[in-house]
């Protein structure tokens, strides 16, 4: 029995000698320790800046709905279809955060360009005296532009439309455009020829539509035959003038008016001008 403690505690002996040596660290070929090998360090891919180019590159190839893009205040404004935090991660993970800024809208580009081409395709512009129409992409609508006589067109619009695709521009008649005096009838072209008051040369022509009104010294409505030249007027336009000389636009409402109207008029206006 004796001899066979003495084994047991040999081995127990042995088994903590063992234990307390541990395993061999690797040797290379002249016996020096092999250190572990460390994971190579991955660089971060470096930001790109947001530019228009790059932006609606990138929103194209990712295939992200989108309102389209403006600059605002020197920052890049990205229009996002519904944005969501995954959205936003992941243009944060290839443009510089500080370059641009992301907005949630509800309507596409390509939506907003849809329904300015209804507009066309219905001829609301002629049928409905809608002056003309743009899209707002900052406020992610499309602009139609209106006189304030004419709302109640809202309706038929609106039957085609989505209204909550529109933004109205409604123009109040305020104060003539041109004050001065018909320098020549064009009654084939249904225009006239005004030469304002204060310019030494006739400065712009006045065509009229269906929707032009036209009003004779007792504040009633007439029509273009009442034209003849050397006839004091007033002039209000739809707002939309060519740039030529003379320039053109077209007609929303005409006045006859007195000569001391006039010269009252023009008076008022170089005085503002002072």
């Not at 018909?182 to 225009?191: G, H, M």
């Not at 939309?240 to 008029?265: C, D, H, K, N, Y």
Request: glycine letters at 6%.
């Amino acid at each position: 029995m004796k001899g066979y403690h003495k084994r047991i505690i040999s081995c127990f002996v042995l088994f903590i000698a063992l234990s307390g040596c541990g395993a061999k660290p690797d040797l290379d070929s002249q016996g020096d320790t092999i250190s572990p090998s460390k994971p190579p360090s991955v660089t971060p891919r470096p930001l790109k800046d947001a530019d228009p180019e790059s932006i609606r590159a990138y929103l194209k190839h990712q295939e992200i709905a989108n309102g389209d893009i403006y600059l605002k205040d020197g920052l890049l404004h990205i229009n996002i279809v519904n944005l969501t935090p995954e959205l936003e991660q992941q243009l944060a993970e290839e443009f510089k955060p500080e370059t641009y800024r992301l907005v949630s809208v509800a309507f596409s580009i390509q939506q907003l360009e849809e329904a300015q081409q209804q507009l066309a395709d219905n001829d609301f512009h002629h049928k409905l005296n809608v002056y003309g129409s743009s899209i707002d992409v900052i406020n992610n609508r499309v602009e139609i532009i209106m006189p304030d006589d004419n709302e109640d067109i809202k309706s038929e619009i609106e039957a085609v439309l989505d209204p909550k695709l529109i933004r109205y521009s409604v123009q109040t008649l305020g104060e003539p455009h041109s004050v001065g005096t018909i320098s020549k009838v064009d009654v084939d072209a249904k225009r006239i020829l005004i030469l304002e008051y204060g310019q030494k040369e006739p400065s712009i022509f006045y065509s009229f539509n269906d929707f032009s009104k036209i009003i004779n010294l007792d504040g009633a409505d007439t029509d273009f035959n009442i034209f003849s030249k050397g006839q004091p007027v007033k002039v209000w336009s739809t707002g939309m003038v060519a740039e030529s000389f003379p320039a053109q636009g077209t007609a929303r409402r005409v006045a006859l008016i007195t000569q001391e109207e006039a010269s009252a008029l023009t008076d008022a206006k170089l005085q503002t001008a002072q």
